[in-house]
């Protein structure tokens, strides 16, 4: 597993599919809940810190240029305690990946076909999705090279489509209840598109080509996904107004609807949902990958790819059962998921990063 | 019937398991493996069982809830202001 092939074109892009995947049709109902017609800004103010968050990574796994995050955490913690985060890790995995295809049948038996069981459509994804990991990195890694530019190109039309539609009074008043409810919605976004890419340090930097000039690569991925993010927050509440969406399940969908120019030119919205379902299946790979990558170095499975076909089969039981119901879920998302993933994404590399200097102050040279 | 289907599947796909992947773990005696496989493949057995006998199985997103339940007034007046 510990073979140098990523280039840094390829983690550009699985560092912005991973930034976009996760957020982009679901985070912008919550932060136009919280901020109103202001979420635009709470976007921009993630975007700026979750630039210094992934800079702040990239300097701490550049101290273990052989070393994924699960040996990281092994070295600085110690046997016991770095195991249970470990475990921690695997569960935060393997959650997130039945909760992604939930996603996607979801939206499927919601949006467009009421009839068809959940089940079907998770199974299909989840087949794709097994198939994807067992490939291997690399040439998922290729693969999302390819994701990147049709997701991003879709998007980008389906945006400048919509533009025709914009009100600018909806923006209106800018800063009406001050600064403090964007901040707080930029938590919302961040939760989904920056902390998630906790993920990639999994391969950063043991799986890289050439990992001096990679960190600028992984930094540049993220602003562009983050970018992304911000049009399509930004564009629902210019187009919509922050009523509507924060109160509809899937905003950016809700958004391309609203695409109609002259009588040929309408009912595309479904360009938005494949460049969210090709940028989803990039980040949901990247988890199993972790996940399965990390259970392997913990249990010392000598060949992991063997455990896939049970761990998928596991998956698509599970993403029957892990939400059962669409209030629940907007439930779990504020009382889970945000508290979850900051412990894993943020607290968990900052006491790394700390625990990481005290060695080094207290034995006086590199750990 | 729903739920038959996704019972049958799931029974499906194991036993296919069972039969084509894991004999092979145990002759080249990859025991790790073959643990983590019959976990796997008994825990999605569970949980389809649990959808046709209709006997609820403890959620992991409850345990997620569970665990910061202590935070819970502090989440609330930090993202649910509205």
Redesign the interface.
């Known amino acids: 597993m510990n073979k140098k092939i990523i280039t840094n074109k390829q983690l550009f892009s699985l560092a912005a599919g991973g930034s976009i995947g996760g957020s982009v049709l679901v985070s912008a109902p919550l932060m136009a ?2 901020a109103k017609q202001d979420a635009w800004i709470g976007a921009l103010i993630a975007l700026i810190y979750g630039a210094c968050y992934i800079f702040m990574l990239t300097c701490l796994s550049s101290q273990f240029p052989n070393m994924n995050f699960v040996e990281i955490i092994q070295t600085l913690l110690g046997k016991w305690l770095g195991s249970a985060f470990c475990v921690y890790y695997i ?1 935060l995995c393997i ?1 997130l990946s039945a909760h992604i295809p939930w996603y996607v049948g979801d939206f499927l038996t919601t949006m467009v076909m009421p009839e068809t ?1 959940q ?1 079907f459509v998770n ?1 299909i994804y989840i087949i794709a999705l097994a198939i994807g990991v067992s490939y291997g990195l690399e040439a998922f890694a290729r693969a999302s090279e390819i994701f990147l530019k049709a997701g991003s190109f879709l998007f980008i039309l389906a945006m400048v489509l919509v533009l025709p539609n914009a009100h600018i009074g909806n923006l209106q008043p800018i800063l009406e209840n001050g600064i403090l ?1 964007p901040l ?1 919605s930029s ?2 976004l961040s939760s989904f598109s920056t902390f998630t890419l906790i993920i990639l340090l999994m391969i950063y930097p043991s799986n890289i080509n050439e990992p001096k000039k990679a960190s600028k690569e992984f930094v540049k991925g993220y602003i562009w996904g983050g970018f992304i993010s911000f049009t399509s927050i930004f564009l629902s509440i210019l187009v919509l107004g922050w009523n509507i969406t924060s109160k509809s399940r899937y905003a950016a969908y809700i958004l391309a609807n609203e695409i109609e120019i002259g009588v040929i030119f309408a009912r595309i919205e479904f360009i938005v949902f494949a460049s969210w379902i090709l940028t989803q299946f990039v980040v949901n790979v990247l988890y199993f990958y972790a996940g399965i990558s990390s ?1 392997a170095h913990l ?6 790819g ?2 896939i ?3 998928s ?2 998956l ?3 993403a ?5 119901g669409n209030i ?1 879920q907007e439930n ?1 998302i ?7 993933i900051i412990t894993l994404g943020l607290v968990l590399p900052l006491c790394l990063f700390i625990v990481y200097w005290i060695k080094r102050l207290v034995s006086g040279k590199q750990v | 019937m ?1 739920n038959t ?2 019972f049958l ?2 029974t499906a ?2 036993l296919i ?1 069972c039969v084509t ?1 894991i004999p ?2 145990l002759k ?1 005696r ?1 025991y ?2 073959f643990w ?3 976990v ?2 008994g ?2 057995l569970l ?2 069982f ?2 046709v006998f209709d006997f609820s ?1 403890p ?3 409850d345990l ?2 569970w ?3 202590p ?2 007034g502090l ?1 609330q007046g ?5």
């Open positions: 809940g919280i569960f959650l069981p089940y199974a409810p707080k938590v919302v259970l249990l010392k499975l000598k060949q992991s063997k455990v076909l049970p761990l089969l596991f698509l039981a599970l029957e059962i892990i939400f059962p629940y779990w504020v009382f889970g998921w945000v508290p979850f | 729903k289907l996704f599947f799931v796909t194991t398991i992947v092979n773990l080249k990859l790790p493996e983590v496989s019959i796997a493949l825990l999605s949980i389809s649990s959808k199985v959620n992991p997103s997620i809830l665990i910061y339940s935070l819970k989440i930090l993202l649910k202001q509205g």
